[in-house]
């Protein structure tokens, strides 16, 4: 029998909250409701989960340093973030700080367990690079287990899923990546339609590795994709 995915709901609106558990165990995922942030971190410490559901106001401890020590500790565990309709803020804060996704109240049940289910196909993707050690390409260093990410001795700060996007390219070096390739295996899901939010993350990444430094490790290969190559002047 397939194992079911245990889901940790960090949520203080008790009428929420119950809405959440009832159609988490009807789509067949195991829930736990825990409705105070302090109360949640003790949770995640003596137990692990399949992904996490974390409210940003939270009484005790916000989600947003819920979710900062989380991945300070180095655990990938998929993170969907529950925010308010005017906090944007807070959905750039909790993306920075390594939440996959993030849905805005009032939201679409239906929207909420399909996101559920594509962070759930990515996880295993994650954890795959958490368990490395160390991923190179001349001045570049990634360190898989801190999310450490430097280029010349210097610290660069990448979001989730750009830190995902730059590990997969620097494990098939010198290969063509097609665009469709880059969604299959970084986003963690099969893409039907538009592709060119691989594009906008590839700008992300050189914004941050490649033009501060005057280097040059991504390489766009015209109507196929793009290859990654130890830095170039």
Not at 115 to 140: C, D, E, N
Not at 173 to 181: A, E, G, H, T
Not at 190 to 210: A, C, H, Q, S
């Amino acid at each position: 029998m397939e194992k079911k995915s245990h889901i940790l709901v960090v949520e203080d609106e008790q009428r929420i909250a119950r809405v959440l558990q009832l159609e988490l165990t009807h789509e067949g995922y195991t829930t736990t409701i825990v409705h105070d942030g302090l109360d949640a971190w003790q949770t995640l410490q003596a137990q692990s989960f399949d992904l996490l559901l974390l409210d940003v106001m939270l009484p005790g401890l916000s989600g947003i340093e819920l979710l900062r020590r989380v991945r300070s500790r180095g655990d990938a565990t998929p993170v969907i973030m529950l925010t308010a309709r005017d906090a944007t803020v807070d959905k750039v804060t909790g993306l920075d700080l390594g939440a996959n996704d993030y849905m805005t109240k009032p939201f679409e049940i239906e929207e909420l367990l399909a996101r559920i289910r594509v962070s759930l196909r990515q996880a295993p993707i994650a954890k795959k690079h958490s368990s490395r050690s160390l991923l190179t390409a001349g001045s570049l260093h990634v360190d898989t287990a801190s999310h450490d990410v430097h280029v010349e001795n210097k610290h660069v700060a990448l979001t989730n899923r750009e830190y995902t996007l730059l590990c997969y390219l620097l494990e098939h070096p010198n290969q063509v990546l097609s665009r469709d390739q880059l969604l299959e295996n970084v986003w963690g899901y099969d893409f039907y339609g538009e592709t060119n939010v691989v594009d906008v993350y590839i700008r992300y990444l050189r914004n941050k590795l490649e033009k501060p430094f005057g280097l040059s490790f991504i390489q766009t290969v015209r109507g196929a994709g793009y290859m990654f190559k130890e830095s170039s002047l």
